[in-house]
């Protein structure tokens, strides 16, 4: 049996790609084995001389950057505190904030390699500001494109907690 374990990048300097991790995104060290950095939910750098060794002969299997082919994926429910905190870190915007077709507002931009990172809000989230924008039932459903049993469990526990 085939268990997945964690993505990889490969950086180029890991002091400043765990504090982009750590001090940006807030993400916590799992496992420091120096020239590879686990953080918790199991995603890993590591340094790109040692995995180019491991890999092989750089002739044969360059490592390359920048290549908009992969992304990390995040959510959060405060997605505006984050616009303003990437914009103070001055980070390198794929795009600002947009919304997806199925609502959902995104954002992408290059760690300090030039692996895309996105963070988008939760799907609890955007049914939420939908219902409180006024949208029935039935057009959250078709707005988000997300099941009947979601979007009621959304509403119905948000009139929960503000009871």
Known sequence: MLKFVAPLFVVADIARSRQFYEGLLGL???????????FEGDFA????????????????FPIRHKANNAELYFETKDIESYVTKLNEAGVNWVHTMRPQPWGQRVMRFYDPDGHIIEIGETM?????????????????IQRSSMPAEFVDM?????????A
């Open 124 to 140: 609890e989230a955007v049914v939420l500001r939908f219902h409180q924008q006024g949208l029935s039932r039935e057009e959250v």
């Open 154 to 162: 959304v509403i119905q526990g948000h009139k929960e907690q503000n």
């Open 28 to 38: 916590k060290v799992k496992f420091d084995f120096g020239q590879n950095v686990t």
């Open 45 to 60: 750098i590591h340094l790109e001389p040692h995995y180019q060794g491991l890999i092989g002969d750089p002739t044969d």
